[in-house]
């Protein structure tokens, strides 16, 4: 392959700026959602990419975007993702996907380059859906009628975009063609900044739950009923969140966010009959979730008792967490600079779906601000290219040990 052996800021910055300007608005911000003429023109930067590179550009029956070496597979593969969250920032997925792209342009073995569809899901509320289609764990049923803001379906968007979403089902026959897979990612916290480090190597991801709780009480005028004749639902909804943050409290390694609340009928001079609930929970360990669930549903039905309300819970969505590959974590850690941290990610990503069904690994890169979602991500290409160099030299050393 073209190029030279490692891989430097410069290289980074120059295939950074080809992407770049793809949906940024004048403020600085990046909206590039799934299936958007955004996402189209990144499929097209994608696919000019890998045939400059030598590499065969193609598309799998869920939309990912693959490049793929010509030697028969299955080969390694690195990259991430080119969507983004509405009003998003420069670096959270494109950065990995361009690192791939450098890391396959120097690689002295085959091996591919992978940009997977919706990871963000900020459109039809589906993420990770290209990497959840490619291991068969997308509900078919459910996923292709959801709708965004604007009335249209999923199946209608993927279809628009040349996806035949009764072809989806099919996507998981791709997986044969990988041997592994690494994601080059920012980092979402300020964890590296403070330890001083250019990059880590990521353990795995932490244990991750979605509770969806409904208050039902009894509307009725905010004047004329008595405190002891009320079912306010917001007012018990109130004390749930207060209850639920103590829980989570109790535990150094936890985070909890009262994510979302909708209140019915949210009318000025009306005792609330309705609130529901979104509460979202996160830890390294999965028993400490499963410990604050418990917990918080207890205190819940204490307080519907004495509220005068009905309480329900239901898990939304629940993740255990999930380790990555021992080898390929092995090898990042030689490869990159000596007391590079590892570090537990809190936040969901395609690796992690993958690598429920493949050897998997994830590289992080200093993020000075610790922000992302927003365009004030703070990354430096110096610190991207001392990543994307690890990430090379430990898939280098992983192909090459498979072959001996
Ligand atoms: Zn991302």
């Given at each position: 392959m073209a190029g030279d052996a490692v891989i430097t800021a410069a290289d980074l910055e120059r295939m950074l700026a080809e992407v770049e300007?793809?949906?940024?608005?004048p403020s600085g911000a990046t909206t590039r959602e799934a299936w958007t003429e955004e996402d189209r023109a990144t499929r097209e930067w994608f696919m000019d990419t890998a045939s400059r590179i030598g590499l065969e550009p193609r598309r799998d029956p869920a939309g990912n975007l693959w490049a793929t070496p010509r030697e028969p597979g299955p080969w390694w593969a690195c990259g991430s993702h080119l969507d983004s969250v509405r009003r998003g920032g420069r670096f959270d997925g494109a950065l990995g996907v361009v690192a791939a792209f450098a890391a396959a342009e120097r690689a002295e073995f085959p091996l591919a380059v992978v940009s997977f569809a919706d990871e963000e899901g900020a459109r039809f509320n589906t993420p990770t859906f290209g990497s959840r289609a490619l291991v068969g764990a997308l509900d078919l049923e459910d996923v292709p009628a959801r709708v965004d803001d604007g009335g249209v379906t999923l199946a209608a968007a993927l279809a628009e975009a040349g996806i035949d979403p009764a072809g989806l089902g099919s996507a998981p026959a791709w997986l044969e063609k990988l041997r592994g897979f690494v994601e080059l990612h920012i980092d979402q916290t300020r964890t590296l900044a403070e330890a001083g480090f250019a990059a880590a190597t990521v353990d795995g991801l932490a244990a991750r739950m979605r509770l969806q709780a409904t208050v039902r009480g009894q509307a009725d005028h905010a004047g004329t009923t008595r405190a002891s004749e009320r079912h306010d639902a917001l007012a018990a909804a109130a004390r749930v969140i207060v209850a639920a943050e103590e829980e989570a409290g109790r535990y150094e390694e936890m985070v909890f966010t009262p994510a979302r609340i909708e209140v019915q009928p949210n009318a000025a001079t009306t005792v609330p009959a309705r609130a529901d609930l979104w509460l979202d929970a996160r830890a390294i360990d999965p028993a400490t979730v499963e410990a604050w669930r418990a917990a918080v549903l207890d205190r819940a039905r204490e307080i519907a008792r004495a509220a005068a309300v009905e309480f329900e819970a239901r898990t939304a969505s629940w993740s255990p967490g999930s380790e990555f590959d021992p080898a390929i974590r092995a090898a990042l850690a030689d490869a990159l600079p000596p007391g590079s941290p590892s570090v537990t990610c809190f936040a969901g990503h395609d690796a992690g779906v993958v690598g429920t069904r493949l050897p998997t690994g994830m590289v992080f890169v200093r993020n000075e601000g610790g922000i992302s979602h927003a365009p004030q991500e703070s990354v430096t290409l110096a610190d991207a290219a001392v990543a994307a160099n690890g990430m090379l030299t430990a898939l280098t050393a992983l192909a090459e040990g498979g072959e001996g």
């Open positions: 300007p793809i949906g940024l608005d």
